[in-house]
Each structure stands twice: as structure tokens, then as C-alpha cells.
């Protein structure tokens, strides 16, 4: 017994069955739905498309590469990514100070150290450890020389993974403060519209 819609081709004819048609569209349908539930599957249990270790997924390797620097929200915390001379670091996007933009300052070397320069207030902010910088000098030296001294570490940075092209960042530790901690606060969520909000309600009291 044979069934009219599994004969794609009439011999005789040479001419295509339209009842096949669907039949192979149908099988095309049902292959797509089976394949992407099992790369579903498989992501959940830490392959490729995993995120490590509760690590937060930010961008692609070759993307921030080129792009040097991207802004990604980690548990709801504004965070700016940069990559500089071979290294990925991130930082809170706002300024310890007065919650300037990071992400639209420049990088310097500055005593030997790659930092980030808050466009507001110029305040200095190395890429490695999150200390700011300024120039001081001692006034007990015959001839005092203006040097580059830490203030301690001010501004939040977050480890950076980098796993199979993909560019991971970790939550933060919230046992230990940092000065950014306020301003990261502030914009948390809703970014700019978080500190516009409470100005406006600010003005209406």
C-alpha cells in the first residue's frame, strides 16, 4: 500500500508532488523546534552559551575589541568595559565624586598607570585597581615636585572573564563599599532617569 503524499517525484512525469511539499516543510519545522530545545538544553548545563560561575554576560570579545569600551547593566548596576592595550577592565560608570560618565572620559597613562579621566571634573581614576589620583607635593621638601599620590581605592572594579569569545563580568561583592557605591546606586536600573526623577521630585517639595 502506498501513500500519494510520500511520492515526491512521478516517475513518469518528473513533475513534484505539492502534497510533499508541505510534508517536507513540515519535517524542516519539526527539526528546527528539536534542534534549538536541545542548544537550550545544553546551554543550561554550562556549555558555550553558559554564563560561568554566576558571571554576567556583556558583550562579545571581538565587538568591545573593536568598540573599546561598552556600558552593560550587571544585576541592575551601570558598569563601563573598556579594553586598553591588551587588557578588558570594568569599573562602576559613574564617577566616585559627583557620578560623572566614565564611559565618555578619556585614558591616560599617568604615572606609569592606564586611568580613566572623568570628563566633569577631570578626577583621575586608574583602570587597574579604582584609585584615584592627584598631583601633590610636599611642602617639607627643599624644593617640592608636584607628585602623582593615591587617594585609595575609590571607584568599584569588577573581575572580567573572558571564555570562548565571550566577555563576562562578576557581580559585585557588596560586603565591601566604595565610594562609587552611592552614585552606582543613584542611577541603578533606570540609569539617567534615576537621578531626573528625584531632581524633579526634589523641586516639587
Not at 559585585?172 to 552614585?183: A, E, I, M, R
Request: proline share 5%; glycine share 8%; hydrophobic share 30%.
Amino acid at each position: 500500500m502506498s501513500c500519494g503524499f510520500l511520492r515526491d517525484w512521478d516517475i513518469h512525469s518528473r513533475r513534484r508532488n505539492p502534497n510533499m511539499d508541505c510534508f517536507i516543510s513540515c519535517l524542516f519545522e519539526l527539526f528546527f523546534v528539536c534542534f534549538k530545545d536541545v542548544v537550550l538544553r545544553s546551554s543550561s548545563k554550562g556549555t558555550v552559551e553558559a554564563e560561568p560561575d554566576g558571571l554576567v554576560l556583556v558583550g562579545k570579545e571581538d565587538d568591545i575589541k573593536n568598540s573599546q569600551r561598552i556600558t552593560a547593566k550587571v544585576n541592575g548596576r551601570e558598569v563601563v568595559v573598556f579594553y586598553h592595550e591588551g587588557k578588558f577592565h570594568a569599573l562602576d560608570s559613574r564617577c566616585y565624586h559627583e557620578g560623572g560618565p566614565l564611559n565618555l572620559g578619556e585614558i591616560e597613562d599617568i604615572d606609569g598607570q592606564p586611568c580613566i579621566v572623568c570628563p566633569w571634573h577631570k578626577y583621575v581614576i586608574t583602570l587597574e585597581t579604582g584609585e584615584g589620583l592627584y598631583e601633590g607635593i610636599n611642602p617639607l621638601e627643599p624644593s617640592p615636585t608636584p607628585r602623582w599620590q593615591s587617594k585609595g581605592v575609590k571607584q568599584r572594579i569588577h573581575k572580567v572573564i573572558v571564555n570562548n569569545g565571550n566577555v563576562y563580568v562578576s557581580p559585585p561583592d557588596l560586603s565591601v563599599s566604595f565610594d562609587s557605591d552611592y552614585f552606582a546606586d543613584k542611577y541603578k536600573n533606570n540609569g539617567d532617569l534615576a537621578l531626573k526623577k528625584k531632581s524633579n521630585s526634589q523641586a516639587a517639595e
